[in-house]
């Protein structure tokens, strides 16, 4: 990433003592590869980083997501098909109250013309180009290929920093049923187009009728597949075998840039127990492998405010003694506003008040435990609170960019939502937090 | 219009993260307790079922959870083996071994191998009556369709072969609307809704399988009534929170914190809040879903939102929106 701090208010703001290791972790880092169980907002996650570091820093960032949702896509300009980086224009951001010092760009993976470009790429010659392009299995083949998407999209990340026209870019991972698939992506593919058993599988038909060490093997899968569809196959992947050298070398890359120490994970959550477990997991499986984990992000958590006993008992009161709480506001010297004239009214609002807090508090007390399992995994444990409403264009991704980046990480942001416009870089920022202590569980200062 | 437990077969899908596991345990639970002998099944192996259940790990073996319930995880190699001790009378596990070694390659290689062999196992287990309902814990709404279109793609592309006999009777429960059924999970969120009206508008075209409920999950209740709102949002102003903080004082006969009410009056403007833009997208479900699909609502569960007890609730819920 380009040097953030050449600009004097973005180094004021690094100035807060935890806040600061967000922006420091971005300064060194060029990749950024988010990952987690599906359904905790890992899209909207990236794209929020990313709005958020075009926001603050001089440089050109680029998400790269696979399927965003579809309003989120219109916001960023992503509506139409193909593979095309398009910018994000710059008067977005100031729409949305923010002068950018970057440029912020996103891209779609399409996992098609994926393909189709890697195939261009290693097939020695354009007749083999094309007959594997019009071969009626490719399609199908390289559409449910386990780890197919996981794989292209790692692909895709490796060709766009060959291209180097980013300073900073961020990846998506694609929803996937186990969310550590994309890890082992290009090993599996290395090691599928090395495979004693395709150098087999294509071998003519007649020969390896005579082999008699597969003949059991054989048997079974004609009987099972029929011939005429192992042909098929065999067919497919000759061709495909002629890409062999430069899909391995690929691989490699592909490997070795994800253990490239300007590459970091953020692994994104929410604080429910089985999207946690695996985020947990997930984590272990990084530092197994020696890939950095430079950001863990809990998502969507309950403002902490739930969690303040002064608050506890106050709801409490409204549970139990609405009814009596309603006679004595009514009872002051000054009048009631109109609206609390009805005593009976106004007690029912007082008991659903009370309870709506005591419901959200157990689950901010449950989110809290969580925290702390997390926080004990990893120093880094941003939170972003639930958020009223669907984040679906960019003042929505700026805000939960604000979060990230909040002074204190590892504390939820304030409760109260502050104006749009009012962004922490434009100098507001010290302020986010106001008088909320840190959250319990939270980790320690960076 | 068959009801939704009186199928054979049910597979409950989403986006992810949204409930899937709860409700296909909760359903299978319902079902039990209705008299019904039920299998769930985990399609993914990740555990979740048997956390779900707290009944230990589940395996390709269905493990009894209670009376009449029975739980397993897929396992495609095993069901291979299965599939060629039934189908194919080969005698011994040794002679499948080396077949069971190159299943990941042919697998991998061949498009469908591994989800014909899971969606067979399924419809074979219909077949044979087993159990009254098979009910499935299956992919995520943007693998689904894959899944459950295999038979569809391998009758096209396997012309011969054992494989080919099999699709046509595994079609024929797959695309009776009185066996099959699919349930489609959503949050009241935008994605998750939109995931679910993808679906259901491609389903019935490109995998035969009905549509049988719409299951909208996580609704949160409604704090207040409309008359109610303009109440609460008097008593959220200055003179509404200071009013309120000294009528608490006086209860108590203590002073209590302007700060504490702010916080609980905050708390319940977020409620009223998520719950609203929750209501928008639940709306959009409703005109979208087709009328004859019963679309059901389970709540937000504030408790515990996992495990036996959670699952019990949701069953419970899932009777009386049933009308069981």
């Known amino acids: ?446 | 219009m068959t009801s939704l437990l009186e199928r054979r077969l049910l597979f409950v899908t989403g986006k992810g993260g949204v409930g899937k596991t709860t409700i296909a345990a909760a359903l299978g639970l319902l079902a039990a307790s209705l008299g019904k002998r039920a299998l769930v099944c985990e399609a993914e192996n990740r555990g979740a079922l048997s956390t779900a259940y707290e009944c230990g790990p589940t395996r390709f073996e269905p493990l009894k959870v209670s009376s009449g319930l029975y739980a397993m995880s897929m396992d495609t190699e095993a069901s291979l083996r299965e599939y060629l001790k039934l189908n194919l009378r080969l005698p011994t596990a040794g002679r499948i071994g080396p077949v069971a070694h190159a299943f990941d390659f042919v697998a991998t290689a061949a498009p469908g191998v591994r989800e014909i062999l899971t969606v067979g196992k399924l419809c074979y287990e219909v077949r044979e009556r087993h159990y009254d309902l098979v009910i499935v814990d299956a992919a995520t709404t943007g693998h689904f369709i894959g899944e459950l279109a295999a038979p569809v793609g391998i009758n096209e592309l396997v012309r011969v072969g054992a494989v080919r006999s099999q699709t046509d009777w595994m079609l024929e429960i797959l695309s009776d609307p009185a066996q099959t059924g699919v349930c489609i999970v959503a949050t009241p969120e935008e994605t998750p809704v939109n995931e679910a009206l993808e679906l259901a508008g491609r389903l019935e075209g490109e995998t035969g399988v009905a549509l049988a409920a719409v299951i909208a999950n996580r609704v949160l209740p409604e704090l207040f009534g409309r008359s109610e709102e303009e109440a609460f949002e008097a008593l959220a102003g200055t003179a509404g929170r200071r009013r309120l903080t000294a009528a608490l004082a006086g209860a108590q006969g203590s002073r209590r914190d302007a700060a504490a009410v702010d916080a609980v009056i905050e708390a319940a403007r977020l409620a009223t809040r998520v719950r609203r833009g929750g209501a928008e997208h639940l709306a959009r479900l409703r005109e979208s879903v087709p009328a004859h699909v019963p679309l059901l609502y389970l709540p937000y569960l504030f408790g515990r939102s996992h495990g036996p007890r959670a699952i019990r609730q949701v069953a419970d819920t899932l009777a009386e929106e049933l009308g069981q």
């Open chain 1, 1 to 446: 990433m380009s040097p953030p701090r050449a600009h004097k208010a973005a180094a004021e703001d690094t100035a807060e003592p935890t806040g600061g290791r967000l922006e420091r972790l971005m300064a060194a880092k060029e990749i950024i590869v988010a990952c987690g169980p599906g359904g905790v907002g890992k899209t909207t996650t990236a794209a929020a980083l990313g709005a958020e570091m075009a926001a603050r820093s001089a440089g050109r960032v680029l998400v790269l997501t696979v399927d965003p949702a579809r309003r989120l896509a219109d916001a960023l300009g992503m509506g139409g098909l193909g593979n095309e980086a398009r910018q994000v224009p710059p008067e977005a951001f100031v729409a949305a109250g923010v002068r950018p010092r970057g440029e912020l760009w996103a891209a779609m993976l399409d996992t098609a013309a994926s393909w189709d470009a890697l195939v261009r790429r290693h097939a020695p010659d354009p007749a083999t180009v094309s007959r594997i392009l019009a071969n009626p299995l490719y399609r199908n083949i390289t559409g449910r290929f386990a780890r197919s998407h996981e794989y292209i999209a790692m692909e895709r990340l490796h060709e766009l920093r060959a291209e180097g026209r980013y300073d900073l870019l961020i990846v998506d991972t694609p929803p996937s049923n186990d969310a550590l698939d994309f890890l082992d992506a290009p090993e599996r593919m290395a090691e599928f187009f090395g495979s004693g058993l395709l150098r087999w599988l294509v071998t003519p038909y007649r020969s390896r009728l005579l082999n008699l060490a597969s003949r059991p093997f054989y048997q079974v899968a004609d009987r099972i597949l029929g011939t005429q569809f192992l042909q098929d196959i065999a067919e497919f992947f000759l061709l495909f075998q002629q890409m062999y050298d430069g899909f391995i070398r690929r691989a490699r890359g592909v490997g070795q840039m994800l253990r490239d120490p300007a590459t970091t994970f953020m692994v994104v959550t929410t604080l429910e127990p089985s999207p946690a477990g695996e985020a947990l997991r997930l984590a272990g499986e990084l530092e197994r492998r020696h890939l950095q984990l430079g950001l863990l992000v809990a998502n969507k958590a309950l403002p902490h405010s739930f969690e303040e006993p002064d608050a506890a008992r106050v709801a409490e009161e409204l549970a139990q003694h609405s009814g009596e709480l309603a006679q004595a506001m009514g009872e002051g010297a000054a009048r009631l506003p109109a609206a609390l004239g009805d005593p009976a009214r106004l007690a029912r609002v007082l008991a659903g008040v009370g309870e709506s807090f005591s419901n959200f508090r157990a689950v901010a007390q449950r989110e809290a435990t969580l925290l702390e399992e997390l926080a004990a995994v990893h120093e880094v444990a941003v939170t972003v609170p639930h958020l009223a409403r669907d984040v679906v264009d960019l003042p929505g991704l700026l805000e939960v960019g604000r979060h990230l980046f909040a002074p204190g990480t590892g504390e939820p942001a304030p409760p109260a939502r502050r104006p749009r416009g009012a962004r922490p870089s434009e100098g507001a920022s010290s302020g986010a937090t106001g008088g909320d202590g840190p959250r319990r569980g939270a980790p320690k200062d960076a």
